[in-house]
């Protein structure tokens, strides 16, 4: 951080991950594929070709085909495997002990975000078929100390960080990243990874505004008792940015095919706070003087 502010803003938008450029030690789902001659009982399950499984809404369900009929199986979403590559952070892949995953990536990828993890560590190399290794985090711990005291250091449990972020690697093409997921004796999860080529657009001013939305429902009754359900949230993030030069008419050509996509937004590096993944709602630039233009823009995050 200088001159309030910080060095770095930017987005990485996610690539393609599927079956095709992939391997993993997480099993494929065991679900028959949907077959037009079998009745289906209520709650039956099936998986079709792109891996989706679909759950039957009615018994007696018999030629129905998931792929071009409505109202006869809901949409339960990817195999357990893919999970973490689907574009939410509800849905999440896990594995006994260990979630390794190679992906082909066939393009430059300079950032590794996960999220929603539940592990003891996390390693991620990257190897090139003709140079070798070319990168290897080491296992990154996800465990740290608690409370924020010498008492706290040695008696307060330790926390869990669900975020991590790592960068840069190398800027190569025809290569492989490994992600390793470990929590040995235990269950290995996470809600997503993104990997890709980041973007940047400016350095953000210090004292960004965070916060997250909530679609639980709270509401008092007669009595004056709460009554509450628990649902979704998403986070906010409200960033003022500095954008140098005449680089404004760029930022904006750089953001709008983005618009209604959900990418990897990066407020600074290294801050987990100030990551998340989401999609832009509000963007206004201002140029003003000495070569220098102020954007401001607000991103939501996807729902948890």
């Known amino acids: 951080m200088t001159n309030g502010y910080t060095q770095g803003m930017g987005f990485v938008p996610p690539m393609s991950v599927t079956l095709d450029n992939i391997v993993t030690n997480v099993a494929a789902s065991n679900l028959p594929s949907y077959n037009a001659a079998t009745n289906y009982a209520l709650n039956a399950e099936i998986i079709d070709a792109q891996r989706v499984i679909w759950r039957s809404m009615l018994d007696g369900n018999l030629g129905n085909d998931p792929a071009t009929t409505t109202g006869k ?3 339960i979403g990817v195999e357990n495997r893919l999970r973490m590559f689907d574009g939410s952070l509800k849905s999440i892949t896990e594995n006994p002990d260990l979630i390794e995953v190679t992906i082909t990536t066939g393009r430059v990828v300079t950032d590794v975000q996960l999220m929603g993890v539940e592990a003891d560590s996390v390693q991620v190399l990257m190897h090139h078929q003709v140079h070798g290794m070319l990168y290897d985090s080491e296992e990154r711990s ?3 100390p608690s409370g924020n005291s010498h008492w706290g250091y040695f008696h307060v449990p330790l926390e869990r960080l669900t975020k991590l972020h790592l960068w840069p690697l190398p800027a190569y093409t025809g290569g492989t990243v490994t992600i390793r997921i470990i929590r040995p004796a235990g269950v290995a999860r996470c809600g997503e990874v993104i990997l890709g080529r980041s973007i940047w657009l400016g350095n953000t001013y210090w004292r960004p505004a965070l916060g997250f939305d909530d679609w ?3 509401k008092k009754d007669e009595w004056g008792s709460w009554q509450v359900r628990e649902g979704d949230f998403s986070e906010r993030m ?4 500095l954008v140098e030069g005449t680089e404004y008419g760029r930022v904006r050509d750089l953001v709008v ?3 209604a996509k959900p990418v990897l937004w990066i407020g600074a590096r290294g801050i987990d706070g100030l990551t998340t993944l989401g999609y832009i709602t509000s963007f206004e630039l201002v140029p003003f003087a000495h070569g220098k233009s102020d ?3 607000t991103i939501e995050g996807v729902e948890q």
């Open 73 to 75: 199986w809901q949409r």
């Open 238 to 241: 409200k960033l003022q940015v």
């Open 257 to 259: 095919p983005f618009r």
């Open 295 to 297: 954007c401001s823009m």
């Open 216 to 218: 639980s429902l709270k």
């Open 142 to 144: 996800m465990l740290r």
